[in-house]
């Protein structure tokens, strides 16, 4: 996906404030934070969104779930934090490569 916003992160040719990489996914901090903590966590591999995962991504989905605590605890949320999937137009998804938000501390944003 030559296109892609998060690809081009994910490759380093686009500039993001990472807090955590390895073979799988890349962690970056959003540049419109809308809490104390808001990272995104992407797959290296362009996934559009929920919709077009399948059961060959199951150990990735698996890394992706059991690193959120740990990313969590690294940044200090020791009473918890919130992660946000947004999916579709409909869903609020800006850009269309999954990533998983992760966000905590001072003005954690409610629903609305
Ligand atoms: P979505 O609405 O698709 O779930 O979320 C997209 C998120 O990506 C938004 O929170 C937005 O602030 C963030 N974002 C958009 N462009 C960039 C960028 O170039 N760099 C970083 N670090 N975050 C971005
Ligand atoms: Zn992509």
Do not use: W
């Amino acid at each position: 996906m030559s296109d892609c916003l998060f690809c081009k992160i994910a490759a380093g040719e686009i500039p993001a404030d990472k807090v955590y990489e390895d073979d799988q996914v890349v962690v970056f901090k959003d540049i419109a934070p809308k809490a104390e903590v808001h990272l995104l966590m992407i797959p290296r591999q362009h996934i559009a969104s929920l919709n077009e995962l399948s059961v060959e991504h199951d150990v990735l989905t698996s890394h992706m779930m059991r690193l959120l605590p740990r990313l969590a605890r690294e940044q200090g949320l020791e009473q918890g934090f919130r992660t946000i999937i947004n999916t579709g137009e409909g869903g609020g998804q800006e850009v269309f490569h999954l990533h998983l938000h992760l966000m905590g501390g001072d003005n954690l944003p409610g629903f609305n």
